[in-house]
């Protein structure tokens, strides 16, 4: 079956541009991650999903990154006014467990953002 | 800031060589996982060890939760170009939803 997808697979852009980074979770997953992942190092949280309601955006870096899941599946993860430091790979995860409490989570490829 | 530390770094060795991967941390978590990761791919989980002392065999792989549920060892036994990828072990907490705390990652060659 189809796993979770992301896109673009890769973008550049340059500093100060927006950009908008899409997530496609396994159908009927209720639950949505997002994961930052500077190269060399593991991934951090940046914020999750329960269908639409956005119930955890702790590691969000900074009030220039927004995520929304209107409809509970595809979600978009929004950056504004890039800069350098922005630049990594960008990961989405899904799990069908409502709570998402010991579920696996099942990543997409990434998106790889490049900020010059 | 990631709270958990992964020993060693890098790590290249022949096929049929044995080696293993360390995940230390300060906290304790509810759950460890073990994912490994290749290029342009997403982490893939491997294992999930939820008890302390727990020990999960996984063909060639051994996983370990420490007693205190603060660290955790991958020992791969003879070892494949196959599994040549980045280890990264994850922390999680009992925040009512499965928010991951990824170790900073082992990066493993294994040359035939």
């Known amino acids: 079956g189809a796993g979770v997808s992301q896109s673009p697979r890769y973008k550049v852009a340059k500093r100060g541009q927006d950009v908008a980074l899409r997530c496609d979770p396994i159908?009927?997953?209720?639950?949505l991650f997002w994961y930052q992942q500077a190269l060399g190092q593991g991934p951090e949280f940046l914020t999750y999903?329960?269908?639409?309601?956005?119930?955890?955006k702790s590691g969000l870096p900074s009030d220039r990154f927004f995520a929304e899941r209107p409809e509970g599946s595809v979600s978009t993860l929004k950056i504004q006014r890039t800069q350098q430091e922005d630049s990594a790979v960008y990961l989405c995860?899904?799990?069908?467990?409502?709570?998402?409490?010991?579920?696996?989570?099942?990543f997409g490829p990434g998106t790889r953002l490049l900020v010059l | 800031t990631q709270l958990l530390e992964q020993s060693p770094q890098f790590l290249s060795i022949q096929e049929g060589e044995n080696l293993t991967v360390y995940c230390n941390s300060s906290s304790v978590f509810s759950s460890l996982q073990w994912y490994r990761q290749e290029p342009g791919e997403g982490p893939v989980l491997l294992v999930t060890v939820v008890t302390g002392g727990e020990v999960k065999k996984l063909k060639r792989l051994t996983f370990q939760f420490g007693d205190a549920r603060k660290d955790s060892s991958l020992h791969i036994t003879a070892a494949q170009p196959g599994d040549t990828g980045l280890y990264l072990c994850?922390?999680?907490?009992?925040?009512?939803?499965?928010?991951?705390?990824f170790g900073t990652g082992t990066r493993l060659l294994v040359s035939p």
């Open positions: 994850a922390g999680a907490k009992n925040t009512g939803f499965q928010k991951l705390v």
């Open positions: 995860a899904s799990s069908l467990d409502r709570q998402g409490d010991r579920e696996t989570q099942y």
């Open positions: 999903f329960q269908n639409e309601a956005q119930l955890d």
């Open positions: 159908s009927g997953h209720v639950s």
